[in-house]
């Protein structure tokens, strides 16, 4: 069975850091670019970051360039982002995606369940 699963969320202090983990199984996570996608409540579902499999590009929403780092350990099937610098506006479930091919911007055909983060003093 194909399953994508985050893990990672909870709750943190403005200013805090976060790592929400994606773990793959039933395929290869590093034939596929994989996302990661947010929803706050009340707002549509946001693209926040993305790392490609074919040369490791990465990509960030403006909102969360040089605070939110995105990478990839094919060795564990899992990608990471590591949120840092936490603000309230991040609160949000966060959801990982694999995409159909090897580079970001297109579908993408898996998803997993999603993690909740809250970002509160």
């Known amino acids: 069975q194909l399953q994508l699963v985050e893990s990672g969320g909870g709750l943190v202090q403005p200013g805090g850091s976060l790592r929400l983990s994606c773990a793959a199984s039933?395929?290869?996570?590093?034939?596929?670019?994989i996302g990661w996608f947010r929803q706050a409540p009340g707002k549509e579902r946001e693209g926040v970051s993305c790392?490609?499999?074919?040369?490791?590009?990465?990509y960030y929403v403006d909102s969360v360039k040089g605070r939110f780092a995105i990478s990839r350990d094919n060795a564990k099937n899992t990608v990471y982002l590591q949120m840092n610098s936490l603000k309230p506006e991040d609160t949000a479930v966060y959801y990982c995606?694999?995409?159909?091919?090897?580079?970001?911007?297109?579908?993408?055909?898996?998803w997993g369940q999603g993690t909740q983060v809250t970002v509160s003093s």
């Open positions: 995606a694999s995409a159909a091919g090897r580079v970001c911007g297109g579908a993408y055909d898996y």
């Open positions: 790392i490609s499999s074919n040369d490791g590009s990465t």
């Open positions: 039933g395929f290869t996570l590093d034939y596929y670019a």
